[in-house]
């Protein structure tokens, strides 16, 4: 499965911004799908998934009712609503696919990675 990420920006904290992957290439709704976010200099961390038919979501503790994962998988998209922005969620934001249903937060259980998009927030 092909992976598009957008919808990074720049924003002031206290702001939000939704990003959006586009899928292509195989059967969306077979791929449990995640984000995850990496800062200059530090690793690839995980951020939230959601399962395959999108009633089931999980969050790192840090995001938690700030950021809601979504899917619609008529339109083989998946989102990330990001609210109440930090300066420490500054980083490059990917999404990723994995072809199966156990939840992980791990980015090596993911095989199918978009481009990233970056999202900055001033203070």
């Known amino acids: 499965v092909q992976l598009q990420a957008s919808g990074g920006g720049l924003v002031q904290a206290g702001g939000s911004l939704r990003l959006s992957c586009a899928a292509s290439?195989?059967?969306?709704?077979?791929?449990?799908m995640g984000w995850f976010r990496q800062a200059p200099g530090k690793e690839r961390e995980f951020v939230a998934t959601i399962s395959m038919s999108g009633g089931s979501t999980y969050y790192t503790n840090s995001v938690k009712g700030r950021f809601t994962i979504s899917r619609d998988n008529a339109k083989n998209m998946v989102y990330l609503q990001i609210n109440s922005l930090k300066p420490e969620d500054t980083a490059v934001y990917y999404c990723a696919a994995r072809a199966g249903a156990v939840i992980t937060t791990t980015p090596t259980a993911y095989g199918y990675w978009g481009q990233g998009t970056q999202v900055t927030v001033s203070s």
């Open positions: 290439g195989r059967t969306f709704s077979n791929y449990r």
